[in-house]
């Protein structure tokens, strides 16, 4: 695929606007001091930072096109993505953003990709998405 729309005169490819869901974890790093420890004078001190236990993790629905980051949704604390959040309140954020990004008005011509998962092959979804058209 890339190497068919890898061509200066394809536009089709900026029309595409991939989106996924991941984990981002938070650390609790030790402070400088928690981390000092006493060395030889020959020695090299340890300069890479060590993660310990996860403090939390919240799930962000990620969205880009070829021209990079186009919107990132944070999901509630200790929630997953479901069909409700993602019609309701993802999507429309996401849309509203590429709404005010692209020069032809609505999303009438986007190529919206994301995966499988369940909340995005919904009934429910899919109505939204015919409806958005």
Not at 122 to 132: A, S, Y
Request: charged content about 25%; some cysteine; proline content about 5%.
């Amino acid at each position: 695929m890339l190497l068919k729309y890898s061509k200066a005169d394809s536009r089709w490819h900026s029309e595409v606007t991939t989106g996924d869901e991941t984990w981002v974890y938070f650390y609790d790093m030790r402070t400088k001091q928690q981390s000092s420890k006493w060395i030889f004078e020959d020695e090299v001190p340890d300069t890479i930072p060590k993660r310990f236990m996860t403090v939390g993790k919240r799930m962000f629905a990620i969205f880009f096109t070829t021209r990079g980051l186009l919107e990132f949704v944070m999901l509630p604390a200790k929630h997953t993505v479901t069909a409700a959040w993602y019609t309701e309140y993802c999507l429309p954020k996401v849309f509203q953003t590429v709404e005010t990004l692209r020069p032809k008005p609505g999303i009438s011509g986007m190529k919206f990709h994301h995966d499988n998962a369940p909340a995005h092959t919904t009934r429910r979804t899919k109505e939204f998405l015919d409806n958005q058209a």
